[in-house]
């Protein structure tokens, strides 16, 4: 079994080992949780100050021209272009994940009116199933919702499915599905492809340009630690501009939104996705968030999740064979940059994770989620969370009856 000091060595060989400055993290913590929220970081701090104590205390509405303000949502869409393989001009920064899914989904159906099939996975997440049917049902002529097990979406496509909307890497298991091919197949039936990019922007390597999307969005506050509630943000294919209509228009994505005009004229390019006023806090703290971007590349990040995930996993089976499935693919093309154990009181070993300082997560009915996040997290967080987890299941400290209540977030 590897030891601590040779996780110690990998830690001085990580060409990413400074970045872990740049976040506001306690020492006597082990943050394996940066999928579902990540943490403030110094850039993110600096910019919310400055937003604060410059731009509105002094600027007041006239920040509005003078500080950028307006022009943030595709300031920063350009920021998170580079990270997903787009160019600039085609990403935006707007509203919360579940919106933009709304507004992409609503758009897509009316490019298709010939069909009225929309295809997505049964284990989806509960909100993208929620505003897929939702957006159906209001849609204005009847569409199907039809949730499929993903493996067998070659067998439900046809000329009637106007929209494939799937989850990039799946939330529960960590499994990463094949975009360029899966996205190949929808356009070969004439579908268009929408995908949730929630647990791979910032995770895993992406290429919107060359897997020839369509559409897709993602999370501020995952992976890109924009900070709690974070705006989302949204691609669109450059085919698309100027076509895809934004089915909740609000003045600041028309054409002149202070003419005051009565009747709604799109704005080019992704501002027609605008609909209302950006949140300028909101956006500076994702803003400054960025920065530890500009400073490595997705394959560098990438490298180091490998391993983390590699070492994880292998720790875990060494230290406690057969106490956990590992239901998170083992080959590396099909993994995103989390880990997810199964185990039947899953949610008690996770709170008992948490009171020994190693912060993972728990999705139910019966998966232990951690996250592995190469900007911050060492070999030796790996090493020593993995011997918590083996005290933990030694004790049976899992079992403690205060642990039999669930908390409101799990
Ligand atoms: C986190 C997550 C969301 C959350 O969306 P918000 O509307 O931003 O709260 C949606 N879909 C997936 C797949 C997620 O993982």
Known sequence: MITRDECRACDADDPLASLRQEFLLGED????????????SRGAQRCLDDVVEVQWARGLVRSWNNAGWMDAPLRLGDRIARLIG???????????????LAKLIGGALELRPDRHVIITDAVNFHSDLYIVAAMARTAGREILVKTIDRDDLDDHLDEDVALVMLTHVDFRTGEMLDMSRITGRVHEAGALMLWDLAHSAGAVPLDMTDSGVD???GCGYKYLNGGP?????????????GVLRNPLPGWLGHARPFEFEPEYDSAPGMRAYVTSSPSILALSALDGALDVWDRVT?????????????????????????????????????????????????YGIIQALIERGVIGDFRAPDICRFGFTPL???????????????????????????????????
């Open 29 to 40: 913590e082990i943050y394996l949780d940066g999928n579902s929220l990540g943490p403030v």
């Open 86 to 100: 787009a160019h600039e001009g085609e990403v935006l920064v707007a509203d919360t994940l579940t919106f933009l």
């Open 215 to 217: 559409f897709a969005a």
């Open 229 to 241: 509630g974070a705006p989302a943000f949204m691609y669109v294919a450059p085919r698309w501009h």
């Open 298 to 346: 997705m394959s560098q990040v990438r490298a180091k999740s490998l391993a983390l995930t590699d070492l994880f996993i292998s720790l875990v089976e060494e230290s406690m064979p057969g106490i956990f499935e590992v239901v998170t693919p083992r080959e590396h093309q099909r993994r995103g940059s989390q880990v997810a154990l199964r185990h039947r009181d899953g």
């Open 376 to 410: 911050y997290l060492r070999f030796v967080d790996v090493y020593d969370a993995v011997s918590i987890l083996s005290e933990v299941i030694a004790t049976s400290a899992h079992l403690d009856e205060r642990f039999a209540q669930r908390l409101s977030v799990t």
